[in-house]
């Protein structure tokens, strides 16, 4: 069945980076494209961007273009975000989910920014 | 971007009965290629989001058929037919036209 694992909690400092990972397996990763979605405590969801696993070709959310990276790596099926430039508003819990119409979700990955 | 605007933002709903929400869109989600990318999720207390309905009305595989999604253009619809204990957390619409945008969420809960 298909699994999205992503990597566990971080605690980062104002001004630092972060890097989170999202482990496929079940499918062929290069066929779907993974979707980063964000959501602060208690509030809705927001999206972050897209890329594609086939070429990676990437499109970002405009308010993130500048601080946002996504990328994979074919050989692991593993998809990373890195969002840079941290700031008290991005702490939300950030998912990766795969396929055009975001069938597949990962576990979430919480992300406290604070001094 | 386009603006998902859901209502009600809650509702309390009598094990067995129906249960409708609305989703407007700021704008046609009738792309150019035919399809009208809109999309259903139900994020359960304490899990991620999960796929309900892709494309207004198709449901995603081992989704009940209690849940049916309906609608066009702007205005769209997911209506349960007899809500189950099971059913309970925050229902979100979402538009696939780039950049994709989520509807605020509807909680719902048993009565």
């Known amino acids: 069945q298909v699994q999205l694992v992503q990597s566990g909690a971080e605690v980062k400092k104002p001004g630092a980076s972060v890097k989170v990972s999202c482990k496929a397996s079940?499918?062929?990763?290069?066929?779907?494209?993974i979707s980063w979605v964000r959501q602060a405590p208690g509030q809705g969801l927001e999206w972050m961007g897209w890329i594609s696993a086939y070429n990676g070709n990437t499109n970002y959310a405009q308010k993130l273009q500048g601080r946002v990276t996504m990328t994979t790596d074919t050989s692991t099926s593993t998809a990373y975000m890195e969002l840079r430039s941290l700031r008290s508003d991005d702490t939300a819990v950030y998912y990766c989910?795969?396929?055009?119409?975001?069938?597949?979700w990962g576990q979430g990955t919480l992300v406290t920014v604070s001094s | 971007d386009i603006v998902m605007t859901q209502t009600p933002l809650s509702l309390s709903v009598t094990p067995g009965q129906p249960a409708s929400i609305s989703c407007k869109s700021s704008q046609s989600l009738l792309h150019s290629d035919g399809r009208t990318y809109l999309y259903w999720y139900l994020q359960k207390p304490g899990q991620s989001p999960q796929l309900l309905i892709y494309?207004?009305?198709s449901r995603f595989s081992g989704v009940p058929d209690r849940f049916s999604g309906s609608g066009s253009g702007t205005d769209f619809t997911l209506k349960i037919s007899r809500v189950e204990a099971g059913d309970v957390g925050v229902y979100y619409c979402m538009q696939g036209i780039h950049p994709v945008t989520f509807g605020g969420g509807t909680k719902v809960e048993i009565k």
């Open positions: 079940g499918y062929t990763f290069t066929s779907y494209d």
């Open positions: 494309e207004v009305s």
């Open positions: 989910a795969s396929g055009s119409s975001f069938e597949y």
